[in-house]
């Protein structure tokens, strides 16, 4: 008996994905089938997990921004380098930004608890090595009380990557690197979903201060005689609108002028930041972690070397 050709199609179609899957171009777990996660996953050495926050970011950037970010960042570095990308956690610890509408936000207990397991989950599938791209410096402490728990329980190593430590050093057109709902923020929105970007609003707000010996940097950080204290505020204390220069208003002067931030610029910047991802991630995929040998002798071998 002979079949027509179209009632092969199917499974034509169906070897065709298995052996894209088995080679390249399926890196996201959310387009997978169980049966698809299953070879991916086999063949994975790193998890990327994207993670953000839902939290107001000045007049002109929507609330999404933290995740939106982090997601597309995320989706891009799999694509370039295929490693397997989890869904984006949309949700972080924005307790601080909470006056403005649209924030929700998770305790730091909740928010550490919910990284464990996502990251028990993992363990569970043999992942050894995870990558967090975090696109909210709220979370930063949560996920790393998590990693440091599941590296004393199961032995996973971790890291987290984020655009403000990655280039801490670095401005942008004067302007610190890090400031929030700033250029590098508008830019990476720009890059990502420009129509939840309102430039015509956009303004970055000195951060405010009330007190002639303090000054504030920022919602968490002061300067006194010379030092730096830790000052836990919450962003309505420091900020009108809900951005913020990250500095004292005298080390950020004359960066109010957002139409620097195009289109063109944006999508460098995305693009570089992309770029030294996947560095990374081919390295720390090949990094090997040496068993830990703790004892006396090797401790005293030391004062010898």
């Known amino acids: 008996m002979i079949f027509p050709f179209f009632t092969f199609i199917p499974l034509i179609l169906l070897a065709l994905r298995r ?22 996953i086999k063949k994975s050495r790193v998890a990327i997990v994207p993670v953000g926050a839902t939290e107001q970011h000045g007049l002109h950037i929507g609330v999404g921004a933290d995740w939106i970010q982090a997601w597309e960042i995320a989706k891009r570095v799999g694509e370039k380098s295929d490693a397997l990308v989890l869904p984006v956690l949309t949700y972080g610890v924005s307790g601080h930004h909470s006056e ?33 791209i975090n696109g909210h410096g709220g979370n930063t402490n949560s996920i790393v009380a998590a990693l440091k728990r599941s590296r004393e329980s199961f032995g996973m190593v971790g890291s ?17 690197f890090e400031a929030h709902a ?12 420009p129509e939840a970007v309102k430039m015509e609003y956009a303004v970055l707000s000195p951060t ?17 005689d010379g030092g730096v204290v830790w000052l836990p505020l919450k962003t309505g204390d420091v900020s009108d609108t809900g951005s913020m220069t990250e500095a004292h208003p005298s080390e950020a002067a004359g960066t109010r002028d957002y139409s620097k931030i195009t ?24 990094m090997n972690v040496p068993p830990i040998n703790v004892s006396k002798e ?3 071998k030391q004062l010898k070397d």
């Open 19 to 40: 052996i894209i899957i088995l080679i390249k171009m399926v890196y996201e777990l959310s387009n997978m089938a169980w049966w698809e996660a299953e070879e991916k």
């Open 100 to 132: 403005f509408q649209g924030t929700i936000t998770l305790d730091e207990p909740t928010y550490q608890e919910v990284i464990y397991q996502i990251l028990s989950n993992l363990n569970r599938m043999k992942i050894r090595k995870v990558v967090f």
């Open 182 to 193: 700033g250029y590098t923020e508008t830019a990476f929105m720009l890059a990502s979903r």
């Open 160 to 176: 987290i990557i984020e655009w403000w430590t990655v280039w801490s050093d670095r401005t942008i057109f004067g302007q610190k």
């Open 298 to 300: 090797r401790a005293f």
């Open 208 to 224: 405010k201060q009330f007190d002639k010996d303090i000054e504030i940097i920022r919602a968490g950080l002061a300067k006194f």
């Open 263 to 286: 289109r063109e610029f944006s999508v460098n910047l995305m693009n570089e930041y992309v770029d030294w991802i996947c560095s990374f991630l081919k390295k720390f995929e090949a």
